[in-house]
Structure formats: C-alpha cells, structure tokens
C-alpha cells in the first residue's frame, strides 16, 4: 500500500480583474498557499489554502507553519487508500487552523480520486459535471462599482453594509435588470436587527426579488439573528456564523438560520462538510457552499461537494470568477452561472491552470526527523 512521503507547499498570488470590497475586507488579488501530497507511487493530492485574515484568522505564513509542521507530522508516513479519516486526523493534531486542514484533507481526497482514475467529483458519488452559481457584486465602495448585474446571471449576491446608500442601490439593481433578477444580499456581519428589519422592508416594498439575507449580524449574535428571522419573511444565511458542526448545532437550537452557507476554509474539508449538510438537512435547513476568494483550484473542491449535497439549487462559488474573464479564458471552468466540473483524474486541470501562479514548493519528507 502506498505511503503518503512528501508534503509540500507554494505561494499562489493571482490578481482580480475587478477589487473586491466587502464589509469585511478589500483585495485586489488571490492570495493562498497550495498544498501538494506525494505518496510513494508518485501519486500526488493538490489543495489550497487562502489567506482570509478577518474570517478564519489564517495568514500565509500560518498556514505555511501549520502545513510543514503538526499536519506534516500527522499525514507523512501515512498509508492512504481511503481518505475519509484524514479530516479526524488533521483535527487532532491542531485546533483551529481550518483552511490549512482543509487543503490538506482536499489534497488526500484528490489524491486517492486520481489513484482510483476518477474526478474529485466522481469520488465523492457526483453524478453530474456542472452547478449552478450566483455572482457577487462588491460593495457600492468598489472603485468602478456599478448598479448593473453582469451579463448572463440571472442570481446576484450584494455586498452591503459599508454605504448609507445601500438600500437604494438594492433597488437599483433591481430596476435596472432587463431580465428577473433574483438578488441576494449579504451584509458580513455589519448590521444590526434594526437596520436589517429596515433594509429587507424597504426592498420588498419595491418588489425586489430578495432570495436571501447572509450574515446581517455579528457572527456570535445568534439571538439576534432569531429576533431578526422573527421579524422578516427572507430566509436568513449564516456563513461566518458557523465554522464546524458544534456551531451548526448551537445555530439549528437558536433557530437562528433558514440556510447555511458551508465553506471548506472554515469546516476544515470535505468529509466535515459533508456532515454539517448531513445534519443541516436533518433540522430542516437549507444547504448552499460557498467559497473564499481563491483560485479554481479551491473553487473546484467547493463544487465537487455541491454537486454531491445540492446538484439542483444555485451555489455561491464565483470566487474565480474574479481572477478569470470567461470571455478571454475559453478553458477556464465558468459559462455563465455554471461552473463546469472537469472530467478529468482529481483536481489535475485545475492543478495545472494555477501553475504560472505559483512560487517556489518548500517541502517535508517522510524520512525527515
């Protein structure tokens, strides 16, 4: 049986061809750190960890430091041919820490799905090879932010929360839509229940098609958030709200939530993801996935648990979208809203594609002490 004998890790910097500007954080550019594991059979597992400093806390540097360290220690020597107890693994060897688990997890996931000559996808019993997204319009405080949808979504989601203009420009974009508009709003933790009460108000009585509201209070507001669901008929999200199972416990108590937004950065991988759908569905709640702002790479593991735990809805995985320009990238994975799941072994073109974005591997060895 083979053994899992390197781990090793890059820089992956990307620019966007739009800045991206929520409640939480402005970027121009994707910054994360790809993880690969090599077993003895030359087989290698790609994952990636982004830097999302105000939501997982994880810096380049930590993960760098997580990854060859105490994970390192956790996975080399490993023999894999299963990689569904990886993700116990990894949680016992670090406390949070979550999107450096979680690229090491994909990674060991990718790695047996090539082993075995099928899809990352396909390895976790997906039937079928595209889903559906919204597209996220940055905040109004965006440098050339506009009140139009991007051409071809007929599912936008609206970053709020910087801008006492936000309402109207809700509207606007509702009114300017030459086609039915589904707008979600996501406001990162900036409002309270008021100001949510009056927002949501408001763009009713315009007619606004609002297909949710994402995190309009503090992620640790779980009254607040049950005050709010009592008061408005839109379905509440919580994203930052809910890291692990044991959140999405204390969430599904609160009845704090119509829907959670699952993220591999922030669950720790897909086995833990698959799980919080599990018990998301269980206590009634709705199930999206969504990503950070990372590459194709990390995007096309969030798919490949979508197309298994939601084939059929709309998911929130544009975050390539904002480093790729379909119209002059024809290989890249996005027609429209659709997201396109490569056939091929593992997560092996997306592993390619990124390679011009990468910097120098530093590496561990299973012989090393």
Avoid at 136 to 150: I, K, L
Avoid at 157 to 171: H, N, S, T
Wanted: net charge negative; with cysteine; proline share 5%.
């Amino acid at each position: 049986m083979a053994q899992l004998v390197e781990i090793a890790i890059a820089p992956l910097t990307r620019p966007l061809h739009t800045e991206f500007v929520t409640a939480l954080r402005r970027t121009g550019f994707v910054y994360s750190i790809a993880v690969r594991l090599t077993d003895s059979d030359g087989v290698v597992g790609w994952g990636e960890a982004p830097q999302i400093w105000r939501v997982t806390g994880e810096s380049l540097a930590s993960i760098e430091a997580c990854v060859l360290g105490p994970l390192a220690d956790a996975l080399l020597g490993l023999e894999l041919d299963d990689a569904a107890g990886i993700a116990a693994i990894l949680d016992g060897a670090v406390a949070g820490n979550t999107g450096a688990r979680a690229a090491c997890e994909i990674a060991a996931h990718d790695l047996v799905a090539r082993r075995n000559a099928q899809s990352l996808a396909q390895s976790l019993g997906a039937t079928v090879t595209e889903v559906t997204t919204d597209v996220t319009m940055a905040a109004a405080t965006a440098p050339g932010a506009v009140d139009v949808a991007p051409a071809g979504f007929t599912e936008v989601k609206v970053k709020v929360g910087l801008d006492p203009d936000d309402i109207d420009r809700v509207i606007r974009i509702h009114q300017n839509s030459a086609v039915p508009l589904s707008i979600r709003v996501d406001a990162n933790q900036a409002w309270d229940v008021s100001t949510a009460t009056t927002a949501v108000t408001a763009w009713l009585a315009a007619g606004v098609d609002l297909g949710f509201l994402e995190q309009p209070l503090p992620a640790w507001d779980l009254a607040g958030l049950a005050e709010l669901r009592r008061r408005i008929p839109t379905p509440i999200v919580v994203d930052e709200s809910v890291f692990s199972i044991h959140d999405l416990r204390r969430t599904i108590d609160a009845a704090a939530a119509d829907i959670v937004n699952i993220k591999l950065a922030k669950c720790g991988g897909l086995r833990p993801g698959l799980a919080m759908a599990e018990l998301a569905k269980s206590a009634g709640l709705g199930v999206m996935v969504g990503s950070m702002m990372e590459s194709e790479l990390g995007v096309s593991a969030a798919a490949s648990l979508a197309a298994v735990i939601g084939p059929e809805q709309t998911h929130d995985l544009d975050a390539a979208w904002w480093s790729i320009d379909p119209a002059t990238d024809p290989e890249g994975p996005y027609r429209g809203p659709k997201f396109r799941l490569w056939a091929e072994p593992g997560l092996s073109v997306a592993a390619n594609r990124i390679g011009a974005d990468l910097g120098a591997w530093t590496a561990r060895q299973v012989l090393e002490p």
